[in-house]
Nanobody
Framework: VQLVESGGGLVQSGGSLKLSCLASGFPFSTSPLSWFRQAPGKEFEWVST???????TDSESAKGRFTISRDNDKNMIYLQMNSLKPVDTAVYYC????????RGQGTQVTVAS
């Protein structure tokens, strides 16, 4: 399993970012994939999951602001994040299913107030 996240950066409060994750090493189209995040000094927090049929499950923190999507032709998943807040500042990781052990190196998202 290899997952490579990208797309993070510094954004002002209320702004948007779109994260990407390139997957390899497992049957992508039949696998659920998730986004997690870890803020400084805190535990990993589940954000959103997209299932093999493209249905999604979102955490309360993601509902209404974040949208997870997938492109099976490209072995990619995405996280469109809108209306960002300083509390969204974290390193964001994608995982196979909800197994945090499969995460990549992560991508830093910093939301300035």
């Amino acid at each position: 399993v290899q997952l490579v996240e990208s797309g993070g950066g510094l954004v002002q409060s209320g702004g948007s970012l779109k994260l990407s994750c390139l997957a390899s090493g497992f049957p992508f189209s039949t696998s659920p994939l998730s986004w997690f995040r870890q803020a400084p000094g805190k535990e990993f927090e589940w954000v959103s999951t997209i299932h093999h049929d493209a249905s999604t499950t979102d955490s309360e923190s993601a509902k209404g602001r974040f949208t997870i999507s997938r492109d099976n032709d490209k072995n990619m998943i995405y996280l469109q994040m809108n209306s960002l807040k300083p509390v969204d500042t974290a390193v964001y990781y994608c995982t196979r299913a909800a197994d945090i052990r499969t995460r990549g190196q992560g991508t830093q998202v910093t939301v300035a107030s």
